[in-house]
């Protein structure tokens, strides 16, 4: 604990809470963390506490008021807490419909890798999709044909024409520049084309049809009939592959085995209602996509229908603010860049108002990214400003000087416990060299945040959301060498060039675990990815069961942002077991049979550690093994 300057009062300790996804209500995430760590009315611990309210002296906006304590019990300075809430929901105005559909195509070009487990939701959404594609088709061409007051052929015939003329023409063009490359090309479409005129008439006189007769409908000629069935189902097949790519087409042939299913049950339920009709003519109206099926405008009107209302209940309220984030869109772009402006100048007003020499981020879902992206925005703001290396003691050498690494996979929980509480000492130590300053000497800048505390964690998709590239699966099929996840390969490229800092920090080259040797002023440095060397990381989730039972956003990070993370596998009972969708649930005191004394609540008490007893550094002895994760 930093001595305490009287000349700048009491020291308190700020808690800044992070919101997540959906449509949040100010205070509303805040003040549950603060029944879940604080004041709990059932609680007996917390009798005697108290908590009110006062708006921030700068009176910008009084919805965002803090919340402060009483005296903290067992507080070794009988220190005060005042909890902020980093509110950003009113930036990400209302995300369009086709943003959040657009958003999930690009997800399925990236194929099914996602965390262990979560694959059969991949599965389900881009067989959906995929199903969706056929009925936007069928619905379209439907209206094309109502209007159209010919055959369907029409739909095949005129665009096919049209194609054939531009080419003819451009070929024209093409031989009159000479431009011989491109000769060749159109000569060989023009071909192409060709073939498949003379095979379309060959069709439709080899296969003349039958004519409608009293009590028979009649069956088309062979050109119509493969417009009635197949060029839906064609359409559908290349706008899977131009918008969903190859791993798209994994997805419509199971989608297509799927419509083979309802096919097959259709000429059954055919045949018993109607024994009398013609064989043929079912076997031609029970493909699901037809044109000419009767079922085809309700199957698709259902799946779209199905879409909507669950987009409309879940989709454009919850993954609509994931999709602003994460999808590089130019409006995204601009709505990220004003939320991390709001969260740098939030961090910073906490670090400059010269109340605070401990600071607490906690993290909820997709908050737990935009207080990582808060982080290392701020901490590379700062981390040429802060205090020499020389002023911060022997627990920074330490740190400095250590062989551990992110990618470690056995750190003992001696090591563990060692870097918590030498970062721990060093925070303390910043906070006094920064306070104790002379004014006529180079002013430096403080880190005074100790723990990063994540709920439920987004991040634990990283590879998914926040990086580029191809699957392993793209990368064989391109006869590639090598086959390793692209997305996990830029994951690595970004943590050395230290844009994703990790816990520990990556050592580079000669660096140290912290500092780097700065060749303007030939001395050591802080370096831009060190913050994790200097601040805790606990993680806590609910594990996710059978989809929908814990938690399938959250999951553990150590096996990703590095292995001295703190991943605390929690429950909402002492007995263990699993909840039905516990995602909101991690400060959630309500929950019966073990209310306060449920394991998550303990857990986020012992990690935010608001006496700051250490018991975020004892919380280690309870934490998962790394090397229980595996690959995830």
Request: proline share 4%; charged share 20%; aromatic share 10%.
């Amino acid at each position: 604990m930093a001595e305490v300057d009287p000349a700048h009062g009491r020291k308190r300790t700020a808690i800044l809470v992070v919101h997540g996804i959906g449509s949040q209500r100010a205070l509303e995430t805040v003040r549950g963390v603060i029944r879940g760590v604080w004041l709990d009315d059932k609680n007996p611990a917390d009798k005697g506490k108290r908590i009110w309210s006062h708006p921030v002296k700068d009176g910008a906006d009084i919805d965002l008021t803090v919340m402060t304590t009483n005296r903290v019990p067992d507080s070794k300075d009988g220190r005060h807490v005042d909890f902020h809430e980093l509110y950003w929901a009113h930036l990400m105005s209302e995300t369009k419909a086709v943003a959040v559909l657009l958003w999930l195509y690009e997800l399925v070009r990236k194929g099914p890798i996602m965390k262990l487990g979560m694959n059969g939701l991949w599965w389900a959404t881009a067989i959906f999709l995929c199903l969706m594609n056929l009925s936007l088709a069928v619905l379209a061409l439907q209206g094309i044909l109502l209007f159209s007051q010919h055959s369907a052929q029409i739909m095949l015939v005129a665009p096919f024409v049209l194609l054939i003329a531009s080419l003819l023409a451009s070929l024209v063009v093409a031989l009159k520049w000479g431009a011989v490359r491109i000769i060749k090309l159109l000569a060989i479409a023009l071909a192409g084309g060709a073939a498949l005129s003379a095979v379309y008439v060959w069709v439709g006189e080899k296969f003349p049809g039958i004519a409608a007769s009293a009590g028979n409908p009649g069956i088309p000629d062979g050109a119509e009939l493969f417009t009635l069935i197949a060029l839906p189902t064609l359409i559908a097949l290349i706008a899977t592959l131009l918008i969903m790519g190859r791993q798209g087409l994994r997805a419509f042939w199971r989608a297509i085995f799927i419509s083979l299913v309802l096919f097959g049950i259709f000429i059954v339920a055919d045949r018993h209602w109607h024994p009398e009709s013609d064989f043929v003519l079912t076997v031609i109206k029970a493909w699901l996509w037809a044109l000419n099926s009767p079922w085809s405008v309700a199957a698709a009107s259902a799946v779209i229908g199905l879409y909507l209302i669950v987009n409309a209940a879940f989709l454009q309220s919850y993954l609509g603010d994931a999709a602003r984030y994460f999808r590089n869109s130019p409006g995204n772009v601009a709505v990220r860049r004003a939320i991390r402006k709001e969260a740098v100048d939030t961090l910073d007003r906490l670090h400059t108002s010269s109340q605070y020499d401990r600071i607490v981020v906690v993290a909820h879902s997709l908050g737990t990214v935009v207080a990582y992206d808060m982080l290392r925005a701020y901490f590379s703001r700062i981390s040429g400003d802060l205090p020499p290396a020389a002023q911060l003691g022997q627990d920074f050498a330490d740190i400095d000087g250590a062989a551990w690494q992110p990618e470690d996979k056995t750190p003992s929980i001696a090591e563990r416990k060692m870097l918590r509480t030498k970062a721990r000492a060093t925070i303390a130590n910043i906070a006094t060299a920064t306070i104790s300053q002379s004014q006529d000497g180079p002013q430096h800048k403080a880190w005074l945040i100790t723990d990063f505390v994540t709920l439920g964690s987004a991040l634990t998709h990283a590879y998914f959301l926040m990086c580029t590239g191809k699957p392993a699966a793209d990368l064989k099929a391109e006869g590639r060498a090598n086959t390793e996840n692209d997305l996990k390969e830029d994951f690595a490229r970004r943590v050395e060039e230290r844009e994703f800092p990790t816990c520990p920090p990556k050592r580079l080259d000669r660096d140290g675990l912290l500092t780097f040797n700065n060749p303007k002023t030939y001395g050591r440095q802080v370096h831009n990815g060190a913050l994790f060397g200097l601040t805790r990381w606990s993680n806590i989730y609910f594990p996710r069961r059978q989809l929908f039972w814990g938690d399938a956003i959250g999951g553990a990070l150590s096996p990703i942002f590095g292995s001295h993370i703190l991943d605390l596998e929690v429950s909402t009972k002492k007995a263990g077991g699993d909840d039905f969708f516990t995602h909101t649930a991690y400060w959630d005191v309500r929950r019966e049979p073990d209310t306060h004394e449920a394991p998550h609540i303990v857990a986020l008490r012992k990690a935010v550690d608001l006496a700051d007893t250490g018991a975020a550094i004892d919380l280690v002895d309870e934490g998962d093994d790394p090397n229980t994760h595996g690959g995830d």
